[in-house]
């Protein structure tokens, strides 16, 4: 059987079909290269993209903002760091004989370079004026002067004193110069030159009279403070007993009738308790009587640098020390007294010199009654809005308010405080509860409670933000499976949702805290005073009185700062003031944000 040859298919090109099997070939012209386009015809344009549109500058910008921002911050505690923590070490004591025969003494402060008026020239001696001008000239035309705090108030009428270099003729260092710490008056610099015990001489060279003032100054602290807890605590306590009878006289009278029985028996009561409290205040008047003799007994005189003598009772001083001869063991030891004192004693001296204790208790307490006050409105607020609250204009309006409520300025809340806290809330409760204490008010005035319901208000939208964030950032696989279980939605907030999300509600109590422990303008219209005479928290029942007022660091600074009537001694106590309240508002957001790692870590599980 014969088969006719198969006739193979071509292309339009003439090309053969590749059978199977078989490996194709490449003609020539698939091989060759393009041709280039003629030299006439138009290239097309090469697309770029724009660098504002790549992004590069805003990031550089956003960048270089970050960069300043931190170099603020970083330079500002630096600043606070470095001049609140020289503040309370001790420097030498220089004496300082000037052209005109005057001699000053005491530690200098700083120094600058000015420029001298003709007129202060004009009224120098030849020799002072040769020297300004050589230092002018020396100096771009300024010259150095140092301010030198002199103390000594009583003597000098001035805490400080400027000294220029070219009006000084000598100085030194003298070896037995003493700086004295006083509870009024300021400090007292001077060389000891004798020690009075009872009247008598028992002492005439400085090294003599030191050594009998390190030997009885304890003892005579010792007394002092006797004396001030007889004063604060016992004399406190005597007439808090005869107050409380009084107010029981008049509430008999109030409730009863001026002539009831009742009103009679109370009326005998206050007269025996106003008889022991006679006997008692006489006691303690002459306790305190004997102390005071007994410490007017010895008493340091020192000379100052212009020849005068002044005598001090040991009493008056607080402490006293040898600048000059002063080691560096010894000077550690003084710099951690001085810390103990500034972190533990009351202040003195219209709050330029002693302690803080007061300002750093108010503060506390203050801010952990805001607290305990914000949290749980801010909490429920959040929850019924995430949870709850269907969404509409009218929850809308609700968040909307909120967050304009956080740019409202701190003393537009300061002022309703005043006016609704204590004019309104604070007089309606004492017409209530404390009718017999007026016109004397007891809520009806700046207080601890008002103040911290105060910047509680102030600081609610940030409790609600942040707890909203955390709600919003639970799963709702959770909620779902909480559901599936047959949990009810109260049930679910309960036991899934607000356990995870406690870390970021944690977190707006930390900013909250942080924001309210600095705040100083609200402060100073519902509660917070120049000197509190008594804590908020004492002995007394009920051991927590809402209704004293307080001192705060924040307002403290600002009296330091602008009403004081020694400026430049107050100046080193703002930074020192400042810097502690940071160290304060840190250690109280260190102990948060331990406690919301610890939550985090208890509730940190995966979605289902």
Known sequence: MSHAPATLATGRDGARPVQHGETPSVSPA????????????????????????????????????????????????????????????????????????????????????YRPAPALLAGLTPEAVAKARAEMASGAGTVRRRLVRIGNYELTGEHFQWVDDFQVVSEEQPAWAVVVERMAWGRFYGVPRAFLLDGRRAAETPSA??????????????????????????????????????????????????????????????????????????????????????????????????????????ADIVRAYPANRLTRAAKLKLYAARWGEFLADEPREANSEGGVFPAIFGTVVMTLLMSLAVVPFGVMAALYLREYAKGGPLVSAVRIAINNLAGVPSIV??????????????????????????????????????????????????????????????????????????????????????????PGIMTGMILAMARGAGEVAPLMLVGAVKLAPELPIDGAFPFLHLERSFMHLGFHIYDLGFQSQNSEAAKPMVYTTTLLLIGLIFLLNIAAVRLRTQLRRKFVSAAF
């Open 209 to 314: 009279a030191w050594a009998l003032f390190a030997e009885h100054h304890a003892a005579v602290a010792a007394r002092r403070a006797q004396r001030r807890r007889l004063e604060t605590k016992d004399i406190g306590r005597v007439n808090a007993e005869l107050e409380a009878a009084r107010l029981a006289v008049r509430s008999a009278e109030l409730r009863f009738g001026a002539g009831s029985a009742e009103h009679a028996a109370r009326r005998s009561a206050y007269e025996n308790t106003a008889r022991w409290v006679s006997n008692e205040f006489a006691r303690i008047t002459a306790e305190i009587a004997a102390l005071n003799a007994e410490n007017a007994k010895y008493k340091l005189v020192l000379q100052t640098a212009d020849g005068r003598e002044a005598t001090l009772e040991l």
């Open 30 to 113: 698939a091989t060759a290269k393009p041709k280039a386009p003629p030299s006439g015809a138009a290239r097309r344009p090469r697309t770029q993209t724009s660098l504002f549109a790549q992004g590069e500058p805003m990031v550089w910008l956003t960048g270089g903002g970050l960069v300043v921002g931190v170099l603020m911050i970083v330079g500002l505690l630096a600043l606070v760091v470095a001049q609140g923590v020289t503040t309370l070490w001790p420097v030498p004591v220089v004496r300082v004989t000037l052209a005109d025969g005057r001699a000053v003494m005491g530690e200098v402060a700083r120094e600058e370079a």
């Open 413 to 502: 809340f300061g002022v309703f405080g005043l006016g609704f806290f204590c004019y309104l809330v604070g007089a309606s409760l004492d017409e209530l509860l404390f009718a017999a204490k007026l016109p004397n008010p007891t809520y009806g005035k700046g207080g601890l409670l008002w103040a911290a319901l105060t910047l509680a208000l102030m600081t609610l939208p940030v409790i609600i933000v942040a707890t909203e964030e955390a709600l919003a950032a639970v799963p709702n696989s959770m909620r779902e499976g909480s559901y599936a279980c047959g949990a009810s939605k109260w049930q679910t907030i309960k036991r899934i949702v607000l356990p995870r999300a406690m």
